[in-house]
């Protein structure tokens, strides 16, 4: 079984910074893309910035500039540092890994941190 937990989430005045962090557990051959999502209620999840194996990434346009995502594939974990943030940044955080296993590839997601700004 593979599990994603995130940590790093919490409450931080607009303009400051906050660094999550998602680490993958279990047996896995190789992992694949890793990436950000956000929700907020109401709206649907919304991709924030992913990095494949090799390192290249892609970021939503409202995070570019402010948002950076980076990954230690020896520790199996994702980072997203985020400065600047704006209280439109407010909502719950969900790591996202495609990891290939014993039993083929497979979607995973974390349980979820919560990221609050303040105005």
């Known amino acids: 079984q593979v599990q994603l937990v995130e940590s790093g989430g919490g409450l931080v005045q607009a303009g400051g910074s906050l660094r999550l962090s998602c680490v993958a557990s279990?047996?896995?051959?190789?992992?694949?893309?890793m990436g950000w999502y956000r929700q907020v209620p109401g709206k649907e999840r919304e991709l924030v910035a992913e990095i494949t194996s090799g390192g290249s990434t892609n970021y939503a346009d409202s995070v570019k500039g402010r948002f950076t995502i980076s990954r230690d594939n020896a520790k199996n974990t994702v980072y997203l540092q985020m400065n600047s943030l704006k209280p439109e940044d407010t909502a719950v955080y969900y790591c996202?890994?495609?990891?290939?296993?014993?039993?083929?590839?497979?979607?995973?997601w974390g349980q979820g941190t919560p990221v609050t700004v303040s105005s």
């Open positions: 279990g047996i896995i051959f190789r992992i694949n893309a």
């Open positions: 996202n890994a495609r990891v290939l296993t014993a039993l083929g590839s497979l979607e995973v």
